[in-house]
C-alpha cells in the first residue's frame, strides 16, 4: 500500500490533465489498493450533479472509455448525498439502505469519499464490494488520503490553467496594443503627409500664379523684339530665351497641376480608346512599343482628355526612363468596385464606390524603399541636375486628386514598378459590379 502512494505522489506532478488523473487514480492507485472496483464522478461547474469521468474493475472492461456515463443529481443516492454533504460515507448493507442506487450487479457494502478543493466539490471516489462490512476505518483513511493527493493536483491544474489564461489574455492585449499603436502611428503620418501637401500646393499655387505673370511679360516682349530689325546673332539668343520661356511655362502648368488649380474640362469618355490612341501615337512617335491588356466592357470615366494624355506621357516615359537596356512599358486597365469590407485592397483615401483602375508597369530596377515615400513630391527627382524638375509624378498626383480619383506606387528593388490610377467611374445606370 505505501509503495503504491509512494509511487502516486511521484507521478503526481508529471499528470498533465484532470482526464488522466482520474483514469489514473481510478486503474493504477485505488486498483492496487485492494479494492475490488471504483468509480470516479466529476461535479460541475453549478454543482448540481455528478458525472462519471472514469472507473476501473468488471463494471467498466472498455479501458479509459466508459459508455453511457452515469449523471446523479446532488443529493440523489449514496454518492449525491456524499457531494452534497462533502461528508464521507460508509454503507456496510446496501441492501437495507434506502438511498442505495441498484446497479447490475447489486453490491451489498460502499465507501465513498468527496473531493473537495477550495471549498467546492470536485467529485466523488466511489467504491463498492460483493460482502457485508467490507470497509472499515482502514479503507476510508487509504480513500481519504488519496482524494487529498487528488485536490491537491487539481488545485495545480486550475492554477496552471488560469496562468495560462492570464497569459493568452496578455499576449491578446499586447497584439491589439501594437496593432492600435501601428494604426495611430500610420493614422499621424498620414496625416501630417496630407498637412505637408497642403501647404506646398498653397505655396506652389501662389508662386505659380506670380510666376506666370513674369513669364508673360517676357514672352509678350520676346514677340515684340522678333518683330524688329536685329543684329547678327540676335535671332539665336531670342530663340534661346523663347525655349527657356516654353520650359518655365510647363513648368508652372505642372506646378499648378500639384496643387490642383489646373482648369480642367472633365468629359465622359471610354479610357480604353483613349489608351488605344497614345498608344499608337506614342509608338509611331519614338518607336517603342507599349504592351496593352485593356478589359472589356470598362466603365466610362470622367477626366479631362488633355490631362490624361499627359499623364499618360508622364509615366510611360518614366517607365522608359526605368529600362535603359531595352523593354516594353505595360498597361492595364480593369473596373474595381471598392467595398468597406475590402477597404483594405485599396488606397486608403478613396472613399467606397465603382472606379476604373489603370496601371502602368515596367520592368526596370525599381524604386528604393528611401525613395518611394518621396516620389510624389515636388522637385524630387534622383536624376542629375539639369535632366529632370521633378515634377511629373507630383503633376499626375494633382491632376487625379482633383478629378476625384488618386495614384499609387508599388515598388520592390530589381522588381519593376508599377503605377496605378483610380478614376472614378462616370455616374450613369445599368452598370454591373465586375
Known amino acids: 500500500m505505501l509503495r503504491t502512494l509512494n509511487t502516486f505522489a511521484v507521478d503526481l506532478m508529471s499528470i498533465p ?6 483514469w489514473y487514480v481510478a486503474q493504477n492507485v485505488v486498483g492496487k489498493l485492494g479494492f475490488q472496483d471504483c468509480v470516479i464522478y466529476r461535479a460541475n461547474e453549478a454543482q448540481t450533479e455528478l458525472t462519471q469521468a472514469a472507473a476501473w474493475g468488471e463494471k467498466n472492461p472498455y479501458a479509459r472509455n466508459i459508455i453511457n456515463p452515469l449523471i446523479i443529481p446532488f443529493g440523489r443516492g449514496i454518492t449525491g448525498q456524499v457531494a452534497q454533504s462533502r461528508k464521507p460515507i460508509i454503507v456496510d448493507d446496501l441492501l437495507g439502505d434506502a438511498n442505495y442506487i441498484a446497479d447490475t450487479q447489486p453490491a451489498r457494502s460502499e465507501i465513498c469519499v468527496p473531493l473537495t478543493c477550495s471549498g467546492r466539490v470536485a467529485g466523488v471516489i466511489d467504491s463498492e464490494h460483493p460482502d457485508i462490512g467490507a470497509f472499515g476505518d482502514a479503507e476510508l483513511e487509504i480513500l481519504s488520503t488519496v482524494a487529498a493527493m487528488m485536490c491537491a493536483k487539481l488545485e495545480l491544474l486550475a492554477e496552471t490553467r488560469r496562468s495560462q489564461e492570464r497569459y493568452e489574455e496578455l499576449v491578446t492585449a499586447h497584439s491589439q496594443l501594437t496593432v492600435e499603436t501601428k494604426s495611430r502611428k500610420a493614422l499621424e503620418a498620414k496625416l501630417f503627409e496630407s498637412r505637408k501637401m497642403e501647404v506646398i500646393g498653397r505655396l506652389t499655387g501662389s508662386f505659380a500664379h506670380e510666376f506666370n505673370n513674369l513669364l508673360t511679360v517676357i514672352s509678350g516682349n520676346v514677340e515684340l523684339m522678333e518683330l524688329e530689325e536685329q543684329n547678327v546673332g540676335a535671332d539665336d539668343m531670342l530663340q534661346g530665351v523663347k525655349l527657356a520661356s516654353k520650359r518655365g511655362a510647363q513648368l508652372i502648368q505642372d506646378l499648378l497641376a500639384f496643387a490642383q488649380r489646373t482648369r480642367l474640362t472633365p468629359k465622359d469618355l471610354a479610357l480604353n480608346d483613349h489608351v488605344l490612341a497614345f498608344s499608337t501615337s506614342f509608338e509611331q512617335s519614338l518607336s ?11 466603365w466610362p470615366v470622367s477626366v479631362d482628355p488633355m490631362a490624361l ?20 512599358p505595360k498597361i492595364l486597365t480593369e473596373n474595381i468596385f471598392h467595398t468597406l469590407s475590402e477597404s483594405h485592397r485599396y488606397p486608403s483615401e478613396l472613399i467606397p464606390g465603382r472606379y476604373v483602375r489603370l496601371s502602368v508597369c515596367d520592368q526596370g530596377g525599381g524604386i528604393a524603399d528611401a525613395h518611394l515615400a518621396q516620389i510624389f513630391d515636388p522637385f524630387f527627382t534622383t536624376k542629375p541636375v539639369g535632366q529632370g524638375t521633378g515634377m511629373g509624378l507630383s503633376m499626375v498626383l494633382g491632376v487625379m486628386r482633383q478629378s476625384g480619383g488618386t495614384i499609387v506606387a508599388h515598388s520592390e528593388q530589381g522588381e519593376g514598378a508599377t503605377f496605378e490610377l483610380y478614376f472614378p467611374a462616370a455616374p450613369g445606370a445599368g452598370f454591373q459590379r465586375p
Open 309 to 328: 494624355e499627359n499623364v499618360l506621357l508622364a509615366l510611360v516615359m518614366n517607365s522608359i526612363e526605368a529600362m535603359p537596356d531595352g523593354g516594353s
Open 288 to 298: 517603342r512599343p507599349i504592351s496593352l491588356d485593356l478589359a472589356e466592357e470598362l
Open 17 to 22: 490533465s484532470e482526464e488522466d488523473l482520474f
